[in-house]
């Protein structure tokens, strides 16, 4: 008796130990350059963090385009996160406290990429699963991968994989000069970090699998600084056939134009001048930190990457046409120290200088005879800007493209009593979206919640399908110029007019002008 129950023992020890060991097995994927080993938390999700998408892009390879990954031996451990690009660290600084801003060490190594998965093992199950790529904000000259708020357990279980990457910044990630153009085989300089994101997503491709993601089901997503990027790669032929929707958050603009270059080269001229260089030797022998500040590059129309402007892409129907969600947040601009607290006169004033003989129109509109009244005008007229320059954006779009769009505007803000002031800010909606709350040390309500909840299911769908929409959720219909509506996200959800009829045409007339001027 005492042999079958001490055999009985043993037996359930085994089975019950056997789960832990196929655990620690499934922690290793095999990529394209190696093995790697993550990490599991304890909802089971599975975390690599650090993984090389590309070389280095130091000494001789500074402002030139990625290069493939080293191999590597043995298994390479993906418990931590690679430096950040280098960049100016600020730690902190409102609305963004340090849950949106990097918190590690940055340098120019710093080509890599982390991934979220809760499939059980590398195509154990013949999983696929719909991939979210994100590309962090940051005006291009700072942000990370890194930063919690981008943390991917929670989609990643919901069912989603996800990867977040660096990109090079700055003047590392967008330097322009003539030397550079001379010396490369596609006479284009510029667009670094738009090449690496191109790399990234190669590399996404090309060993996602082995996660258990779905290569024929990527979304690219960004905010700000990042939806620029993903409006630039749904443009660039270099992209073609690397994803399949795209998700742009507070970064879609019918006004928005970019720089051609030349005129990016000739700044590059100066700047090298203002540091006391005359030739790229000499760049790219001085250490990164001597190379921040002075003038700030970005995207340009380089003929490579971006043969041309990405509206005149659009308009010419040479897009990568893919399913596209994007949106705003009402309170845009609430950084600004004047947002709603500009002097009613000068307010008046400066509304005659901006809009000239459109300025009695406005003024009609939003009234600024006295200081509440104005300041109430202020933030009204800045949101509706943003909302009909965010439909003429679609309606151009839905001129050349078979896919649809859904628009939004998010109206929730994060609760902190110490500074209401800034209401439903830029970059506000990340943390909902990726059901991050736990992140951010603020007094949630259970409206948060159900916010977080109901957005990053939208998210999850439209990564699986294209469309936002499914069981439970509120109904979002797809962009239609003729409806003149977008989605409220947030205290409330539902349909909702762009602005009133005389407000959509007034701003409707303007940034006709505007693109006219350009």
Request: glycine letters at 8%; charged letters at 20%; proline letters at 6%.
């Amino acid at each position: 008796m005492k042999i079958v129950l001490f055999g009985c023992l043993f037996l359930c020890a085994v089975f019950a130990l056997a789960p832990n060991r196929a655990a620690a097995v499934n922690k290793t994927v095999k990529v394209e350059t190696g093995l790697l080993e993550g990490v599991t938390t304890a909802s089971g999700i599975r975390i690599f963090k650090g993984i090389p998408y590309a070389a280095p892009p130091i000494g001789d390879l500074r402002w030139r385009p990625p290069q493939p990954p080293a191999k590597w031996e043995g298994v390479r451990k993906a418990h931590q996160f690679s430096d950040s690009c280098m960049q100016a660290l600020t730690r902190s600084r409102n609305p963004w406290t340090k849950e949106f801003m990097v918190q590690n060490d940055a340098s120019e190594d710093c080509l890599c990429l982390n991934v979220w998965t809760g499939a059980k093992a590398s195509n154990a199950r013949g999983e696929k699963r719909p991939v979210l790529v994100w590309i962090h904000g940051g005006a291009f000259y700072e942000g990370s991968g890194e930063i919690i708020t981008y943390d991917g357990e929670e989609l990643a279980k919901k069912g989603l994989v996800v990867v977040t990457i660096n990109y090079r910044l700055g003047i590392l990630g967008f330097y322009t000069h003539p030397e550079l153009t001379r010396e490369s085989p596609q006479q284009a300089s510029g667009n670094y970090g738009l090449l690496d994101c191109v790399a990234a997503l190669q590399w996404v491709q090309q060993n996602i699998a082995a996660f258990g993601g779905d290569p024929s089901r990527i979304t690219i997503a960004g905010q700000s600084a990042g939806a620029a990027a993903v409006h630039t790669l749904t443009a660039s032929p270099l992209a073609k056939g690397l994803f399949h929707r795209a998700i742009a958050e507070s970064g879609s603009s019918v006004v928005r134009r970019t720089r051609n270059l030349r005129d990016s080269e000739a700044d590059g001229v100066k700047w090298a001048e203002a540091k006391g260089m005359t030739s790229l030797k000499e760049l790219r022998a001085k250490p990164a930190a001597d190379l921040m500040g002075g003038t700030r590059f970005g995207p340009v129309v380089d003929g490579w990457f971006l043969p041309a402007d990405t509206a005149a892409i659009f308009a010419q129907g040479k897009q990568n046409d893919v399913p596209v969600m994007t949106g705003l947040m009402a309170d845009e601009g609430s950084s600004a120290l004047t947002y709603g607290k500009i002097k009613a006169d000068e307010f008046t004033k400066l509304v005659q200088q901006r809009f000239s003989d459109q300025a009695e129109a406005f003024l009609k509109l939003y009234p600024s005879s006295e200081q509440t009244q104005s300041g109430l005008s202020q933030k009204q007229s800045a949101r509706d800007q943003g909302l009909v320059s965010m439909y003429l954006w679609a309606a151009e779009r839905a001129k050349t493209s078979q896919t649809k769009a859904y628009t939004y505007y998010f109206t929730r803000s994060i609760p902190w009593p110490e500074h209401p002031e800034f209401g439903a800010f830029h970059t506000g909606d990340v943390p909902y979206f990726f059901a991050n709350l736990k992140h951010l040390n603020r007094p949630w309500e259970i409206l948060d919640r159900k916010v977080a909840e109901t957005v990053s299911s939208y998210w999850v769908n439209f990564a699986k399908t294209g469309n936002p929409n499914g069981k439970g959720l509120p109904p979002w219909p797809a962009f239609d110029a003729a409806q003149q509506i977008t989605m409220e996200l947030g205290e409330k959800f539902g349909a909702r007019p762009l602005a009133g009829k005389e407000n959509l045409a007034f701003f409707t007339q303007y940034f006709e002008k505007e693109r006219t001027r350009r």
